[in-house]
């Protein structure tokens, strides 16, 4: 069973900083993609930010240029690094790991992001 820990969510001051973690209770050389997502109060969850296993990365333009999503592969972990942030960023973010040659999608529990204006 993958699992997947989210950690470094908080309080933070608009204009602020912080840095998300996603652990993976496999190796992450089995995952193909490693997503963020995020789901702000009555909204749809949505795409933030992807690595793919090759190290290409992909933003979505609402945090193109303030987000940068990393991995370190000898620690299983993927990190969202938050920067220049927004009230508008406060949300629920959510690891997500796909695993294709299984059809696996595995997500975490989810970490609060809130910043205040």
């Known amino acids: 069973q993958v699992q997947l820990v989210e950690s470094g969510g908080g309080l933070v001051q608009a204009g602020g900083s912080l840095r998300l973690s996603c652990v993976t209770s496999v190796s992450i050389f089995s995952m193909n993609v490693m997503n963020w997502y995020r789901q702000a109060p009555g909204k749809q969850r949505e795409f933030v930010a992807r690595?793919?296993?090759?190290?290409?990365?992909n933003y979505a333009d609402s945090v193109k240029g303030r987000f940068t999503i990393s991995r370190d592969n000898a620690k299983n972990t993927v990190y969202l690094q938050m920067s220049s942030l927004k009230p508008e960023d406060t949300a629920v973010y959510y690891c997500?790991?796909?695993?294709?040659?299984?059809?696996?999608?595995?997500w975490g529990q989810g970490t609060q992001v809130t910043v205040s204006s």
């Open positions: 997500n790991a796909e695993r294709h040659a299984v059809g696996g999608n595995y």
């Open positions: 690595i793919i296993s090759g190290g290409v990365t």
